[in-house]
């Protein structure tokens, strides 16, 4: 039987439509767990802030889960409703059935059913790597919902060399079938903590040994004889949905909201090894600019919003409230709430 890590001293209950929260830490009363239903399961993640506070939702990035914000968000207003769920497949959310794929337009259809239960109308979203790719396609189907946009280490998009396409595609899908052959096979593999701790440090040089820890509160199950990784090895298979430089840039334009870009000096960037990513790279971040949104370079890694939130967290603070956005209404306060 799995039991999750936490450090939780009791867990109180509250059901609000179709979403709950529990109390984490009786030393912490404004951080809740955040439960919902879905229709393969359930989507878990973590709550700060009133309940009626500005909302603002926090989109972790890929392997990652919803405690990639535990040490930024406490440094941002505490006024603020801050709600960061682990993804589908990630941390202690439900994976998806047999036989589905993981893409950026499944997680864009996860976050709308997130939204439609907190009742929210209106909102900004905080997105690391792949949460902010997430939140560039969530912005440009849904531009009347979403008012500004923090893009962390993440450029909105992940375009695909079209002449790779029928390549990449094909890879997925062979990847999957293979996955299904193997997997009554294979037993699951299970480590000690330090072992564990030791791999994901090893597939994540840009960690500090301390974010680590924290990525494992929800990335790890206790079982008989140790520990499993709690994430569904099927996000380390290829993504069979892909969008062009043309396409992304048309969804681009349709983005509505005001649009923060942090890139890291060392972070996503450094991990392109082909010149063609980078250009595709450049393209977003000029069309942002066309837009008037802003782009800025900081020091640190892929993880610097987790390994040293104070590089970031005035910044993201600065551009949000700036805002101040006329179409803000008391009823839209109202409906930001569990």
């Not at 969530?138 to 979403?146: D, G, I, Q």
């Not at 996955?179 to 593999?189: N, V, Y």
């Not at 942090?262 to 450049?282: D, H």
């Amino acid at each position: 039987m799995e039991k999750h890590f936490n450090n939780a001293n009791f867990e109180r209950s509250q059901t609000l439509d179709d979403s709950s929260y529990h109390e984490t830490s009786s030393n912490c009363p404004s951080v809740s767990e955040f439960n919902m239903p879905v229709p393969w399961g359930e989507i878990r993640g973590k709550v700060w802030g009133p309940d009626h506070g500005r909302p603002i939702l926090c989109l972790h990035g890929w392997a990652d889960n919803c405690g990639t914000f535990n040490t930024l968000i406490p440094l941002l207003p505490k006024e603020w409703k801050c709600v960061a769920v682990d993804m589908a497949g990630h941390g202690l959310s439900s994976h998806r059935p047999p036989g589905v794929f993981y893409s950026f337009p499944a997680y864009v259809a996860d976050i709308r059913r997130v939204i439609g239960a907190l009742q929210w109308k209106r909102f900004s979203i905080i997105g690391h790597s792949m949460g902010g790719n997430v939140a560039g396609i969530f912005s440009a189907l849904y531009p009347e919902m979403v008012d500004s946009v923090v893009l962390l280490d993440s450029y909105g998009f992940l375009p695909t060399d079209t002449k790779e396409l029928h390549t990449v595609i094909r890879q997925g899908f062979e990847g999957m079938l293979e996955f299904e052959k193997k997997k009554d096979e294979k037993k699951e593999k299970v480590y000690t903590y330090e072992n564990a701790l030791m791999r994901l440090l090893a597939a994540n040089p840009s960690l500090s040994e301390q974010s680590a820890h924290i990525l494992l509160e929800r990335g790890l199950a206790q079982v008989e004889g140790g520990v499993v990784f709690t994430r569904d090895f099927r996000i380390n298979l290829k993504n069979v949905v892909r969008v062009s430089l043309e396409q992304s840039l048309e969804l681009q334009s349709r983005i509505q909201a005001r649009v923060l870009v942090v890139l890291a000096e060392e972070g996503f960037e450094k991990m392109f090894s082909e010149p063609q990513q980078k250009t595709f790279t450049s393209t977003l971040l000029q069309g942002y600019k066309d837009q008037s949104g802003m782009v800025v370079n900081v020091p640190g890694d892929h993880h610097v919003h987790l390994n040293t939130p104070e590089t970031v967290a005035q910044l993201i603070t600065d551009f949000l409230q700036k805002e101040a956005p006329s179409h803000s209404t008391a009823e839209d306060t109202q409906a930001a709430k569990l």
